[in-house]
């Protein structure tokens, strides 16, 4: 599977941004997904992770109650909305996928086959 994402640039500080993940290929509903991020000097971290049919989420603790992951399977693409965002939320954010037998949510970035080019998400202060 081929991932596109898209949807960063600037905003400001307690702005919005949705970004997409449009899959190409083999049966999107047979992956998890997932939203990471890195920002400049920093480990790619997890924000949110999606299983296949939507069910099951979980999220960095530095994001809940501000973003949300979803999916529309039919169009085989992924969103992050992220909603009240702080200069910290600055990186580059890179979409996932992992096919998987089982409805769940893969939490390691080793777990990921397949990672979209990365899209960059900048919060002025």
């Known amino acids: 599977v081929q991932l596109q994402a898209c949807g960063g640039g600037l905003v400001q500080t307690g702005g919005s941004l949705r970004l997409s993940c449009a899959a190409s290929?083999?049966?999107?509903?047979?992956?998890?997904v997932g939203w990471f991020r890195q920002a400049a000097g920093k480990e790619r971290e997890l924000v949110a992770a999606?299983?296949?049919?939507?069910?099951?989420?979980e999220y960095a603790d530095s994001v809940k109650g501000r973003f949300a992951i979803s999916r529309d399977n039919a169009k085989n693409t992924v969103y992050l909305q992220m909603n009240s965002l702080k200069p910290e939320d600055t990186a580059v954010y890179y979409c996932?996928?992992?096919?998987?037998?089982?409805?769940?949510?893969?939490?390691?970035?080793?777990?990921?086959?397949?990672w979209g080019q990365g899209t960059q998400v900048t919060v002025s202060s």
């Open positions: 996932a996928a992992c096919e998987r037998l089982l409805d769940m949510v893969v939490l390691r970035s080793t777990s990921y086959h397949y």
């Open positions: 290929g083999r049966a999107f509903s047979n992956y998890a």
């Open positions: 999606l299983s296949r049919s939507g069910a099951m989420t």
